[in-house]
């Protein structure tokens, strides 16, 4: 979740600076480079979560990407979904829109990224579990109940939490609200 402030009558912006000894730190909203809007794709199977490592963050992270001029956000999320992992999705619903900012050290820019998270479903394609010409080394499955013990990045746990709290997974590919 993006955290503002007021410092000395100045507006400011918590941001996230990976590789650094201080990982977040209070900028100026001014500061700011430009609005990086993207989806994100929860895809759940046998209690375990689908999940990429992100090369700029050094990091797992939910798969998906941001979007192009003139791309609807499902079809860049099935795009940046099939790049990062090898599955073709479809979008199930939207479960929440999430707010924040980073710096991506490879553009020298500060982002305030705005992610769209969607409940997918697989359709078909192969696992990439290696690194495969995008911005993540892989793919690969990582048990939910992992989720709770902190081993992932809360940004992570609060979309997964969402997506287990309001639904139900009877079958591979059927959801059921509960």
Not at 121 to 132: H, S, V
Not at 160 to 176: H, T
């Amino acid at each position: 979740m993006l955290k503002t402030r007021k410092n000395n009558g100045r507006d400011e912006i918590l941001c996230q600076f990976p590789n650094e000894d201080e990982e977040f730190r209070w900028i100026s909203i001014s500061e700011i480079d430009e609005i990086r809007t993207a989806t994100q794709g929860i895809l759940i199977e046998n209690n375990k979560i689908l999940l990429v490592e992100s090369i700029n963050q050094r990091k797992l992270d939910i798969p998906g990407g941001g979007i192009k001029k003139g791309e609807i956000y499902s079809e860049t999320l099935k795009r940046e979904f099939c790049e990062e992992t090898g599955f073709i999705v479809e979008p199930v619903r939207i479960l929440g829109i999430v707010e924040s900012c980073f710096y991506y050290k490879e553009k020298e820019k500060v982002f305030h990224n705005i992610r769209i998270h969607y409940l997918t479903k697989k359709t078909g394609g192969e696992i990439k579990a290696q690194r495969n010409g995008t911005d993540t080394f892989g793919a690969g499955w990582y048990d939910i109940d992992d989720l709770k013990k902190g081993k992932y990045s809360g940004s992570i746990l609060e979309v997964a939490e969402e997506a287990l709290e309001n639904f139900v997974f009877k079958k591979k590919e059927e959801i059921i609200r509960r």
